[in-house]
């Protein structure tokens, strides 16, 4: 399943809300969390990463991983974070109407709005 | 591990990672390579074949390998480039803060510093408004460039700057052909009584050619400019009101135009109104009118004699001053064989109209910007000295910063940032302070020095205060930002334990600046100085007259209804003779002008059956009523004054002044010599007899020598533009009202123009120089305290450095007066280099003010004297304050110190 317009964005950002973490670090964690739902393709997910780095979501910092590679560790900053926060209230929101939505039952609508 | 959290400022000094746009596109690369091996490696380790394992990676790129590195390397480019642009923003801020938090540190200096400049600066902007306004600005006329001024030259009678004949104005304009179109206007103001709104007043009139406003490419704002046509006669006046008249006098009513004005008695029909800022500069018109000539009086050869008109030429596109000049040559020849009797050594020469109209007032002007140049110079030198006070204070902490790896650039940034702020809070300040002084120049200007109306603080203006602001930043943060990035950390920790002596250096800076400022002050002193000496020469100056109690009152009579000698005679002599019955007059008499005022009209002269020592010299007129030299208090040398027995029957007397005498007659008392204005006389020559011989008097200028000069009595030469003098007991000016309703009485259609008296002229004729010096001087005294307070400066913080070998001096036996000399001799040695300096200086530069000066030479002794040692002695005082500071220090404390 494709992800949704700019959901990327707070799944990187929830991953690294715990720790910094090297692009295929992220990669591997939203894809383990949500059972390979959500693949992440390796280019869009640098494009994001740099993406929110010039918006100081994110600071990033060379490191070396576990097999000995230099990758560019990544770390949430103040701001970042407050970012999350707020969107994942946002996209909490849509996931809700979203599920209603599907859910529905009959083609009636409650009283109140409609003509 | 995330150490890019770190603030900018330490990540800088610590030597981690910047943001660098050039490194953006490999790191990106790095990055999605590691992303895939680490893929591999992933997949690998869970026992997919290599080769399946390698495709997978790729394939979880999501796009083509070259297609997925482009688009990195360029997010990756503009982020870098982003976060580069945030650091320098964050860079410059500290700095900033680090500048502001230590000018705070010390904000009684901070303020003084800020003062200074901003008082330099003030000055600098109100004088290059002046400056601008006047001399950069173009005349507000279309091509200002192709406009230039004709004027007649005799070598025979010495004319350089001769007006035009009409006859040959118009000639040249139709055979000279590098001129589109020549116009031209009177060379002098008439004054007109206007009646019939309100009550009656002179106005300043000009007589124009129809095409002048068309060769100024200047068009009306409301109706017409005058119509080539209307150069001739046309049956009626025509007016065209400048702008500012339309308004002061018109209340900027647009129905005036069209309608009529009474003008002399006569009606004038106002056809337009001119746009702002359009006249002569240089004369102050009120109305201009069309000149009206007879057209008959094109072919008489009065035409071609009188020279009375300024005329102006456009020259046609293309055609540069040289070119035009050759031609107009052509044609002044041409006119030389065409009229030998009047032609036959008439010259005439180009110059730019520009350069005409700001003739004068140029010279004043560039000297007093000159002056604010050299005060703002000596404002920088002193901020400069006081920072590197500063810097040499804070040497430790410097170190201490390039110890720590701080770059030499970056302390260098961060002392131009605090000169640069300093510079650009005294800019701001100096822009304020320039507005006022502007407008207070403008207000206290003498009369035609900024003949251009609107002197403003322009966005121009503006541009020029940022532009002084930024070199004077430079300048004054140049010496100490460079001192700072030659230190070397190792010496100064060394030094700085034992304090003080490291700073050589410092010391050498401060001198040579120091140095400097005395030069310049001296400089700027001398400059006021000879303007002071020479102003006082002026005051001085016998002007052969006695100006108290005198009242003056120009006035001028319509030849409409005085058309007749009798009738011109009989009105001036009804007038003066009620003046005369007024309480409080002692005598009254008319002149056609008074001293220290413009002359009238010039001619030659020859005497009957003799020979005269000078006969190509010229001799300007005056005429006058009985008692005129009473009035004025003028000596009588020889023979007598004008009196009532000369008359229109009697015979044609004249006075002449005592250089007429030198001029004419050396070593002679020629009474009773016959003589008359033409330099070939004939048997029906008009003869004159001198009668008397006055003393001489300053006829146009204080500055001016007189010249040879006839007086005539009005009813042999009668002339309708006269002036009365007034003598009183005292107070002449409560006469005005009295004198005005006089003649109300006789003629209510008539006004005087500018009333003053004679004490008001002579303090007109000296006002500009005045004006010049009191500005000069102005600038000469913040420019030398500027600069005491500089050598102040130097000597008290050589002294407090010195305070600890002051107290092994004294300890040792050294009298408090050997020590104290110890210190001034230092401050009073460069104050006296300074002053030398300065002195050379002084005489490259005085130069440029020599046509300004009167009576006194630009090399002038007594100023070189006495501006030196007034500079060395108040040089010695500031020296000598903290030197006796140092002596009274208290010893012990002094060598227990550090």
Known sequence: ?115 | MSWSRIRYGARRIFGLELHRPAAAPHDADVELDAVIAERIAFLTARGVPPVEAQAQALLHVGESLTAARARLRASAEHREQTLMLRERIAEAWIDLRHAARSLARNPVLSTAMVLTLALAIGANTAIYSAVRAVILRPLPYAEPDRLVSIWETNPEFKWTHAEAAPANMFDWRERVSAFADVGGYFSFVTQSTLTGRGEPRMVSTLGVTGNFFDVLGVRATLGRTFQESETWNVGRTLVLLPAQTWRAQFGGDSSVVGGTITLDGRPAEVVGVLPDGVGVPGMDVEYFTNIGWDPASRAQTSFRRAHFVRPVARLKPGVTLEQADAALQEVVRALQSEYPGTNRVMGAQLGSLHADLIGETRRPLLVMFAAVAILLLIACANLANLLVVRAAAREREAAMRLALGAGRGHLVRRALTESGLLAVVGGALGLLLGWWGTRALVALQPPQLLPIGDVGVSLNVTGFVAAVTLASALLFGAGPALWAARRDPADVLKDAGRGATGSRRARQVRNVLLVGQVALALTLTVGAGLLVRSYAALQHVDAGFDGRNVLTAAISIPRSRYDSTAKVTAFFGELERRVRALPGVQAAAFASKVPLTPASWTSQISAQGRAIASPDEQVVHRTQTAGYHAVMGTRLIAGRFLDETDNATSVPAVVVNEAFVRQFFPGETPLGVRVTYERNPTDSSYWRTIVGIVANERQEALAKAPVPEVFEPLAQEPRRGLVLTVRTGDSPGSLAAPVRRVLAELDPTLAFSSMRTMQDVRSTALARPRFLMVVLSGFAVVGVVLAIVGVYGVVAHAARQRTREIGIRMALGAGRQTVQWLVVRNGLGLAGIGVLVGIVLTRLAARAIETLLFAVTPGDMATYLAVPALLLLTAAIACWLPAARAARADLTGVMRAD
């Open chain 1, 1 to 115: 399943m494709a992800l949704l317009r700019g959901t990327l964005d707070i799944l990187v950002l929830k991953a690294l809300s715990w720790t910094p973490l090297h692009a295929f670090e992220i990669a591997q964690w939203v894809e383990q969390r949500s059972d390979g739902e959500f693949p992440v393709e390796d280019a869009a997910l640098l494009q994001a990463l740099h993406r929110m780095e010039e918006r100081r979501l994110l600071t990033a910092a060379w490191g070396t991983t576990e097999n000995n590679r230099r990758a560019r560790y990544y770390s949430l900053t103040a701001a970042g974070r407050a970012h999350l926060r707020t969107e994942t209230e946002v996209l909490r929101r849509s996931v809700t109407a979203l599920t209603e939505v599907l859910d529905a039952r009959t083609a009636a609508v409650s009283a109140r709005g409609t003509r």
